[in-house]
């Protein structure tokens, strides 16, 4: 499942980048483009679905062989047999491996690069669109406090002026003196 999903990724990812740039060449118009690019990511897909499946089977297969070198190997009794009869093969692996991983990452590198080059601009004039609307937004917040407090400035002064008679009725009553400041 690993491979199919693997060769399909790479394999929607060329179709991608080749449509990408057919339309270009043919100086399309940039949503033309975009459509393009998607459908021949998408036969890219499927393509890579196909390699992924032969590719997963062959591995299957050759793994299988493995298997049965090291199950004689175990069923002698030495576990040094049987890493003696893997070794090979895990050898090969990363010998394989090695130099398509670095294949890999060098033809990624400006890809992702020029991606977070891209991303950044992005971000940049994302931030620079939002900052009208976040300066009024201020502005408003400003405006609505400052109002919200005239408001409450002028009804505490009518609560201190509905309570202070009651306030000095009981001050006259023998209880100490409240000073009410507004």
């Known amino acids: 499942m690993g491979k199919l999903v693997k060769y399909a990724f ?4 060329a ?3 080749i449509g990408a740039a ?6 399309e118009p940039v949503d033309a483009v975009g459509s393009h690019a998607g459908k021949a990511a998408a036969e890219g897909a499927a393509f890579g679905v196909v390699v992924g499946l032969v590719m997963a089977r062959r591995d299957k297969k050759r793994l299988a062989r493995q298997r049965m070198t090291v199950s004689k190997a175990l069923a002698g009794g030495s576990l040094l047999e049987a890493a003696k009869a893997v070794k090979p093969a895990l050898e090969y692996a990363v010998e ?11 033809v990624s590198r400006p ?3 020029s991606a977070a080059e891209r991303t950044r601009e992005a971000a940049s004039k994302a931030a620079d669109a939002a900052k009208p609307k976040i300066e009024r937004a201020a502005e ?12 409450a400035r002028a009804k505490a002064g009518d ?13 006259t ?7 009410v400041v507004v």
């Open 159 to 171: 609560f201190a002026d509905a309570t202070r008679p009651h306030l000095e009725t009981a001050s």
């Open 140 to 151: 408003v917040t400003m405006e609505r406090t400052i109002d919200l407090t005239k408001a």
């Open 111 to 113: 890809v992702v690069e």
């Open 96 to 106: 394989v491996a090695r130099p398509k991983v670095e294949h890999a990452v060098e």
């Open 15 to 17: 179709g991608g980048v």
């Open 173 to 179: 009553n023998g209880h100490r003196k409240v000073t």
């Open 22 to 27: 057919r339309a270009y060449r043919r100086d």
């Open 10 to 13: 790479w394999g929607a990812a």
